[in-house]
């Protein structure tokens, strides 16, 4: 079922996107945003709760602030929040990240099980990336947090990488851009790849389901369908937004 997490400010709150760590809101009124989206999430059905160590989420995000190389990220501070959360709530053991640039996005889902932040033991944290330059600079960022080799960044497509995973995939983080021709629209692709991998209770995140939902549209139509998903919630607490569904 379809559901929607709208905060009042949502197109007001802006990030300028080369300057990514500069705090856009007093911590008490993120803190209260994102508690309100997981609420809304946990009400879907999507989390079994909405507890989170707070401290540890700040430990990630210093961590990342000190030893992160970002040319610029669109992931709001709020977004990271956000992201960070669901990991530690769900806490998948298997998590592939699609399209991860310079590994922003991939830490802030994969930080929740490896680095300061870490608050459970995961087996497997794949970010994939197809640019090999850009693919080589996340997985430089990633091993200056993780010396454990958990969580890795590998240069491939991020299709052939999901279908040709060889476990269950718990939690599925959908960023990548794709081609000219498709742009997002590869997130449908993507999911496919894995879906039959995907148990009850997995968990499908898609940032931008805001700014590029027109290009989502296929995607979102398949992850609304309730014959796929048994709950889906577009979380709009940014400019972006990221549709969080629960197979
Ligand atoms: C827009 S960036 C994501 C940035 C992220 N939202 C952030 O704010 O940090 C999308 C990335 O997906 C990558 N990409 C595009 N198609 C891909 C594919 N098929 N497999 C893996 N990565 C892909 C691009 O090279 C690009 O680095």
Known sequence: MARE????DWDDYRMTYGDPHR??????EEVAVVRGALESLQEAGVLPHT????????????????LFEIPWTAITPRMQRLLYAVNA???????????????????????AAVGPGACY??????GVEIV????????????????TGVARVVAADAVDVVREFPEPIHLLYLDADGTRQKGKGIYLDILQAG??????????????SVNSAERLAHYLDFVRD???FRASVNVILDAEGLEVSVK
Do not use: W
């Open 132 to 147: 090999p330059e850009e693919a080589g600079r996340a997985e430089r960022n990633v091993r200056r947090i993780d010396s």
């Open 23 to 28: 705090e856009l809101e007093p911590l008490a």
């Open 226 to 228: 309730d014959a796929h």
């Open 195 to 208: 879906y039959d991998r995907m148990p009850e209770g997995a968990v499908v995140l898609a940032h931008n």
């Open 5 to 8: 997490y709208r905060t009042d």
């Open 51 to 66: 507890e989170y160590d707070h401290d540890k989420m700040l430990a990630h995000r210093r961590a990342v602030q000190e």
């Open 89 to 111: 709530i769900t806490q998948p053991a298997n998590m592939i990240a699609a399209g991860v640039f310079c590994g922003n996005t991939f830490i802030s889902n994969a930080g």
């Open 121 to 126: 033991t995961a087996r497997n944290l794949v």
